[in-house]
C-alpha cells in the first residue's frame, strides 16, 4: 500500500470513528427528547382530566344555584 493510501484509509477511519459518535449523540437526544415528550403529554393529559372533573363540578354548582334561586324565588312568592 502506498503512503498516500495508508492515510486517505486513516482519515477515512477517522471520519467514520466522528460519524459514529455523532450518530450515537444524535440517537441519545431523540431519546432524551422522546421522554421529555412523553411526560409532557402526560402532564397535559393529567391537566384535561382535572379540567374536566372541574367543569362537572362547575355544571353541578351551577345547578344547585339555578335550584336555591328557583326555591327561594317560590317562597317569596308563597310565603
Given at each position: 500500500?502506498?503512503e498516500?493510501s495508508h492515510?486517505l484509509?486513516?482519515?477515512?477511519k477517522?471520519?467514520?470513528?466522528?460519524?459514529k459518535?455523532?450518530?450515537?449523540?444524535?440517537?441519545?437526544?431523540?431519546?432524551?427528547k422522546d421522554?421529555?415528550?412523553?411526560?409532557?403529554?402526560?402532564?397535559?393529559?393529567?391537566?384535561?382530566?382535572?379540567?374536566?372533573?372541574?367543569?362537572?363540578?362547575?355544571?353541578?354548582?351551577?345547578?344547585?344555584?339555578?335550584?336555591?334561586?328557583?326555591?327561594?324565588?317560590?317562597?317569596m312568592?308563597?310565603?
Amino acid at each position: 500500500m502506498t503512503e498516500t493510501s495508508h492515510e486517505l484509509i486513516n482519515e477515512y477511519k477517522d471520519q467514520l470513528r466522528i460519524l459514529k459518535q455523532e450518530v450515537a449523540e444524535l440517537q441519545d437526544a431523540g431519546k432524551s427528547k422522546d421522554s421529555a415528550n412523553k411526560r409532557c403529554l402526560q402532564k397535559l393529559e393529567y391537566a384535561n382530566q382535572d379540567n374536566e372533573k372541574l367543569t362537572e363540578k362547575i355544571t353541578e354548582l351551577e345547578k344547585k344555584i339555578r335550584s336555591e334561586k328557583k326555591h327561594s324565588k317560590m317562597l317569596m312568592e308563597h310565603p
